[in-house]
């Protein structure tokens, strides 16, 4: 069996048109602006067909899962590849996205015969005093109730609505409603899950189609968690490894600041998303940059990796 060559797999973006979406994304990641709408750049995926491709190093060109299924023990840890449990975007909003809900992992399997619900995260990266997110019921209702302001075009007003800070976070278990305001730009941890239902989409009408779009209520009904409340920010504590973002049993998210070198142990894979700052990741004779939104996926075989900032620089570390 041929070895794995081991080292840090920089990653490329794929970018998705939104028409709430804007322009900020393919700058921001170093590539041109474009006309279209640009609403996500998923930084790493495994999900359906869109599939994540190496840029660097021998498997420059290869995808993701191809090295997943190729090399589960030296990727991920386990001897047999399954659906790898995560997707990672860049979100970035000109207009509201609808208000949705996800499935959970048993209604996801019921409902669309997929192996994952959705629960996710969101990490402000940049937001203004207009930016709203919609996050949670302001309090406990009922499938009649959001029914019937479903059917009326007044189901925001159930909803819990803050304006969000830069370096906030808000985790999102599956079944909770949630809707993502205009001007703002974040990073979105979630597992590898494209099933979205909408419940609501602001009475609009799709520019392209000159029709509506398609909402899901019954689907949504079905999802929704009526009990959940409004979702607050969570507490980042400060722990040796850096400020812990979110800590659920999907995933953990840590912001880690470097300035000069350092070395980062590995237990299991990881992920490191480039935020601030100049910052190279060195291991087995391979470096690569790791600039803003830039996503490295580190096998489990890496053991140790050296990361180097100058003068300083900030990363997101993603783990499950």
Sequence with gaps: MELMQVYPLALEPIFKTALWGGHRLRPLLGYPSGEELTGEAWIL??????????????????????????????????????????LLKLIDTQKPLSVQVHPNDAQAQQMEQQPFGKTEAWYILDSTPRSKLYVGFCQRTTCEEVRATSQAGTVDRLLHTVCPQVGDCYFLPAGTPHAIGADLLLFEVQQSSDITYRLFDWNRVDEKTGQPRPLHIEQSLKCLNYECGPIQPTPQPLTPQGTEIVSTPYFSVIRREISGSQRLPQAGFSILVGLTGE??????????????????????????????????????????
């Design 45 to 86: 995926s495994d999900q359906g067909q869109q599939l994540s491709r190496i840029t660097n190093g021998n498997y420059a060109g290869r995808t993701l899962r191809d090295l997943l299924q190729q090399y589960p023990q030296e990727m991920t840890g386990s001897s047999s590849y399954t659906p790898f449990p995560l």
């Design 279 to 320: 910052i190279e990741v060195k291991a087995n004779g391979v470096s690569t940059s790791l600039a803003f939104g830039k996503t490295v996926y580190l096998p489990a075989a890496l053991k140790e990796v050296e990361i180097t900032g100058s003068p300083k620089g900030e990363f997101l570390h993603v783990r499950i």
